[in-house]
């Protein structure tokens, strides 16, 4: 009899789910493995057929993202002094000179604003409102609960003209307090529900023992509560994160100068004789930095609280 474990899956099977796991890995990261080669190409490199591979690296994506280029004739461009940068010598190669500096960053430190402040406060209302879910008493809670969590299945399209004529009226439009309004109305019903979730794991019995301490509701919440949902809070930040981070069709119709993200900026990044891919990608490259960081700073949170309340003894 050959032995066999029902804990231990066989070598074979091991080997298999080893194959499947890598191969989904490279699909997946294959496209983000190119928008980050294309940020070092040439935009001849970059539109060229068969695609390039092998290519020697440029920063000009880089460069034409931070900076705005204008052509001057060949006169001109030689009675200048010669470049005192490197950047400034790659635009010169052009046949431009440096007009300026881009709007990029702008859009980025708005995407920095909106996206967090967001996050802070759906993480910090959807707290106090799941905390409330779980442990008192609230009259048709789970109509309310369902109401709360029937506005995330609202595509955005549904009500982005009465939003419009809303924020318009209010004067929120291309402002960031009306963006982080927005998106922390959208974020909060999956905040609530994430972090019921997690609260109601917690056993009440660690907040009646601080109670008879001495306590009072707001101290045992914050000392006894929120230390034990950390997993839970780290969790759910990031998925607000993501969506404020990312989210294009609010920030498209609601923002236009003062309060625009990078989202709708970089597709409009536009290149001598058309769409610079090279900077498009160098500015997609540089936009996925923050959430990456910010997750791979919470990943232990993150792997916890997906597992969270899985197994029970």
């Given at each position: 009899?050959?032995?066999?474990?029902?804990?231990?899956?066989?070598?074979?099977?091991?080997?298999?789910?080893?194959?499947?796991?890598?191969?989904?890995?490279?699909?997946?990261?294959?496209?983000?493995v190119w928008i980050v080669a294309t940020g070092f190409k040439t935009p001849a490199d970059a539109i060229s057929y068969p695609p390039k591979v092998l290519f020697e690296p440029s920063l000009e994506?880089?460069?034409?993202?931070?900076?705005?280029?204008?052509?001057?004739?060949?006169?001109?461009?030689?009675a200048l002094p010669p470049p005192e940068t490197?950047?400034?010598?790659?635009?010169?190669?052009?046949?431009?000179?440096i007009a300026g500096p881009s709007r990029y960053g702008e859009r980025f430190l708005n995407s920095v604003i909106i996206g967090?402040?967001?996050?802070?406060?759906?993480?910090?209302?959807?707290?106090?409102?799941?905390?409330?879910?779980?442990?008192?008493r609230v009259p048709l809670a789970d109509d309310l609960l369902f109401f709360i969590l029937s506005t995330r299945m609202m595509p955005p399209i549904a009500?982005?003209?009465?939003?419009?004529l809303m924020f318009r009226q209010l004067g929120l439009s291309d402002t960031h307090l009306g963006m982080i309004?927005?998106?922390?109305?959208?974020?909060?019903s999956l905040a609530v529900w994430l972090l019921k979730g997690f609260i109601d794991e917690i056993p009440r019995e660690y907040e009646e023992a601080a109670l008879i301490d001495g306590y009072t509701r707001f101290q045992a919440f914050y000392k006894v509560v929120l230390p034990q949902a950390a997993t839970g809070i780290a969790s759910t930040a990031i998925f607000c994160l993501i969506f404020a981070w990312n989210e294009y069709a609010f920030a498209v119709l609601l923002t236009s100068g003062t309060a625009?993200?990078?989202?709708?900026?970089i597709p409009t990044i536009i290149g001598v004789g058309g769409q610079d891919w090279p900077a498009v990608a160098a500015g997609a490259t540089l936009f996925l930095l923050p959430v990456m960081i910010f997750t791979i700073f919470l990943r232990k949170h993150l792997l916890r609280g997906i597992t969270f309340g899985a197994v029970r003894k």
């Open positions: 009899m050959s032995s066999y474990s029902i804990t231990e899956p066989p070598a074979r099977h091991k080997w298999i789910a080893g194959v499947l796991v890598v191969t989904y890995a490279i699909i997946t990261l294959l496209p983000l994506g880089y460069v034409n993202l931070f900076t705005t280029r204008t052509r001057i004739g060949d006169e001109a461009l030689a490197w950047y400034e010598e790659i635009v010169r190669d052009r046949g431009m000179v967090f402040g967001s996050t802070f406060l759906s993480v910090f209302l959807g707290t106090l409102a799941a905390y409330a879910f779980s442990r008192f009500v982005a003209i009465p939003i419009f309004l927005l998106y922390t109305a959208v974020n909060i625009q993200t990078a989202p709708p900026f």
